[in-house]
């Protein structure tokens, strides 16, 4: 043993190295706060409730928001006491919009684009740095969206006094045309402090729930308007090719199919008369028995790398927050997370546990249209600021959801859906007069005896799509009965007076 | 030098006699460019208020500087050789902080002393001026440690006694059990129980150091320290976890517990000890997340704020933005974020989020400056410790630094959500009387430490003392 002796060995060595673990550690402070106050710094600032927009709110004439055109969607006006407050120029905007009141804060893009309408954040980050030397910290910037306002009015229009959501953009671009939720609200009232407070409390009241914007945030049962999902997975993965025919498939179409001991039932096209359909056929007389034989070959592995491709399983970005579509609950243990092939033969025709917003079908048609490209769904196109700098948001590539030729293959079945005797038969109405037209209708079942949701995606023309669409109506009965109609006259509106 | 002069003496004013003033030409620089600083930050604070050039609350911080000045002209006339950094270190800190206060609302603290009611910059200035005197006056009459070293059992009884009182006598904020109120007084005892533990563990630490080094106890793969010797270590992993359930004062068990755990380790300088230290951490972690609901909603507010942003996150996720609107180069003093409809953007910013409040009107530039300050003090803390005469005062000067350097990490990185919050102060800068006079005995005890000139230590006793010699295997 060391003799001690009253001498002590050094513990020179070992103070060293606490010193060094303390400066480690105060290095990763030091980083830390870098993170916070140099690379999370602006996302923090603009964050919806940072009191430093909220006082901004007090303090600022807010930015105008601008059609495409440059029809003045959102203003300001001055009470009686001074205090300036929004006004809107449409109710059909209000599921877009939102509101902006000192109140009740913000929705929509109000509150989305918070920090730039206020001039807390424009831009130009370094301009930001620098703001606090200059006299108003403040620089309202105007947006412009994409969207066009005769268009919107339009679409709101058409969804009357149904609830339901029109979702059109252009899929070259990924800019949103319009964007429609119903029931829609009086943001103008909220926004005013003489009426917000009834119309809030009457807001709040309404079982109509005004304040979903269901064209991102609702979650519906897509029925077979989710069968171009299955196609686009099946096609580009070669489970099936636009040739392939299932045998068992006609019987079926009487007797049913049975899966797992669990019998799928279609028959909803008895004319086909005992033919074994081909793809385009099965996508024209939306054939559920052929597209739930496609997911079984397919597998829920396949099904679900597909979909969130398109954008499913997360939520979408864009402007205004979304809700993430799913193909299943999850949790099962054959691929994708089905529970079991029962629950993926039916999700394959849309039913089972899919649940989708009216954006993300919009999205699917989107891809389908611009050869399998498909664009970052955007609205805000661009910022003014007060000196009248235009910061334009250009449009960008999101992913390649499917190789050209599968797009193509599942384009031509869709126009033959739209076209065709048969289709025609399933989807009246949808036909932009004098341009090939493309879609599918959707007839979501609910469960228990209220009327199934009326879908339709679509595009046009066929060749070098303009205009990409998405209809729900809640319960609206059949895809051909509200759906389609209502996105013939849309498409037709817009191609034929707004386009130009 | 004979073991009868060496002894200890009980004269009180010995350390008076024979003074000769000996100048401090560092000192009294740094102090200079303190002072520049400090009015510098005063007169920023004042033209963005009035748009003149007023010093905001100048009569403040003039009586700190002049505080500073007179702490600095009596080390002078006390003629020793200590540490002439760590003042003015202390001291920038300290008047950072006091900026800070004066920029906030002075609503915030209403402290009575006698008649007069102070705000919160004025207490707080009251506490600084308290602080000085402390500091200056144990850099001046400290001249042995016996009293320190000799009698650590009753030092550990003392801090016992503190923490029952509080079990006893603490009220509740917040969900923790953290003052003590007795009459008019009221105070945290942690911030004196941190200083006790300190000496406690020095003093334990180098008496028994060669046979916590030499001998072990075979443990499976493990070498334990002596059985009798794991006792005091195990003792303090419990008293840690005991702060925590019946207080429930994370920062201060966290503190204590890292504190001992490198102090240990600078001792023995054996890292098995250390990773065996982090294992019972990560149980009695594990344990405490299981069995206290308080320890669970801190994790999990750390996980993700943002989910509980208007609930029990909001703290967090305020200071965040705080960081945030600072940027680079922050908003410049007072231009902070005003109160909101009479609230405080960040709950308990003087206190617990001071450094929230520091990165958004110093930015990331001040906050680099101020975390400097803190490794300036930790340099010199440990300088003093690695030329200590012997093991107790090298312990000493070690654990006291720790305390400050530790504890300002643990704070800085719960508001910059690198790890879960807990409430202490940042040392010098949070308000608070318990928290500023604590850490005014730490930098006091160093800088007597510093002095080269002080009386030798006594000589060694023989190693382990009692302890020792009853489980002795006849290593001598």
Known sequence: MTDWGGQRAPLGRNVLRVGLVLVLAFVVLAGGDGYWQVMQAQPLSAAPDNPAIIAAARQVVRGRILDRDGKVLASNAIDAAGQTYRVYADPSLSGVLGYASLLYGTAGLERAFDAQLTGIRSADPVADMLRKFQASPYDPSDLTLSLSLPLQERATALLGKDRGAVVMLDPSTGHILAMASTPTFDASAIADPATAKAAWAALQADPGKPLLDRAVQGLYVPGSVFKIVTALAALGSGAIAPSTTFPQQPAAETNGLIVSGYKVVDGHHPFTDGEALDFVHAVEVSCNIYFALTGLKLGGAGLSAEAEQLGFGAPIPFDLPTAASQITNGGGNIGGGFKDDVELANAAYGQAEVLVTPLQMALVAAAVANGGQLMRPELVTGLTDRSGTVHRIDPQSWRDVVAPDVADTVKAAMEQAVESEWGSYFTPGAKVPGIPTAGKTGTAQLGGSGEPNSWFIGFAPVDQPKVAIAVVVEHGGGGGARAAPMAGQLMTYYLKELAQ | ?476
């Open chain 2, 1 to 476: 030098m004979s073991a009868a002069t060496a002894r200890p003496r009980s004269d009180p004013f010995a350390a008076l006699r024979g003074v000769k003033p000996r100048p401090r030409p560092r000192e009294l620089g740094l102090l200079v460019l303190v002072a520049v600083v400090l009015v510098a930050g005063s007169v920023s604070l004042g033209l963005y208020r009035t748009h003149r050039l007023d010093p905001a609350d100048g009569g403040v911080v003039v009586s700190y500087l002049i505080a500073l000045g007179i702490g600095h002209f009596a080390q002078v006339l006390a003629g020793r050789r200590t540490d002439q950094v760590l003042l003015p270190a202390m001291g920038l800190l300290g008047g950072i902080g006091l900026l800070v206060m004066i920029r906030l609302p002075q609503e915030l603290v209403q402290q009575s002393f006698g008649g007069t009611t102070l705000g919160l910059a004025q207490a707080q200035l009251a506490w600084l001026v308290l602080a000085i005197v402390v500091a200056s006056v144990l850099a001046i009459i400290v001249r042995n440690d016996s009293w320190l070293r000799l009698y650590k059992y009753t030092w550990a009884a003392a801090g016992i006694a503190l923490l029952l009182a509080t079990f006893v006598l603490g009220r509740d904020r917040n969900g923790a059990t953290l003052d003590i109120h007795l009459g008019p007084i009221s105070g945290q005892p942690s911030e004196l129980l941190k200083v006790i533990l300190v000496v406690f563990l020095a003093a334990y630490l180098s008496e028994n150091r060669p046979l916590l080094v030499e001998q072990y106890t075979r443990l499976g793969p493990f070498r334990l320290p002596p059985l009798p010797y794991l006792i005091p270590m195990v003792a303090m992993w419990a008293l840690a976890l005991l702060i925590v359930v019946v207080q429930r004062d994370l920062g201060a068990a966290l503190l204590f517990f890292a504190v001992f755990l490198l102090l240990l380790y600078v001792a023995t300088g054996r890292a098995t000890y250390v990773v065996l230290g982090l294992a019972a951490f990560v149980v009695g972690s594990f344990l405490a997340y299981k069995l206290f609901g308080v320890v669970r909603e801190r994790v999990d507010i750390w996980l993700d704020p943002w989910s509980v942003a208007q609930g029990a996150g909001y703290q967090v996720v305020q200071a965040l933005y705080a960081f945030g609107r600072g940027g680079i180069l922050g908003t410049g003093l007072g231009a902070g974020l005003p109160t909101i409809g009479g609230n405080l953007p960040i709950p308990e910013v003087n206190t617990d989020f001071v450094f929230a409040a520091l990165g958004e009107e110093l930015g990331l530039v001040g906050v680099l400056a101020v975390l400097g300050l803190y490794l300036v003090i930790v340099e010199r803390g440990l300088r003093i410790a690695a030329a200590a005469a012997d093991d107790f005062r090298a312990l000493l000067a070690t654990g006291l630094t720790l305390v400050v350097g530790v504890q300002a990490f643990v704070i800085a990185a719960g508001n910059l959500k690198l790890i879960p919050l807990t409430g202490i102060t940042l040392p010098f800068v949070s308000y608070g009387g318990s928290s500023l006079l604590a850490n005014a005995l730490v930098v006091g005890l160093l800088l007597a430490l510093s002095d080269r000139g002080v009386e030798a230590p006594p000589p060694p006793r023989p190693p382990g003392g009692r302890l020792a010699r009853l489980v002795d295997r006849g290593a001598r």
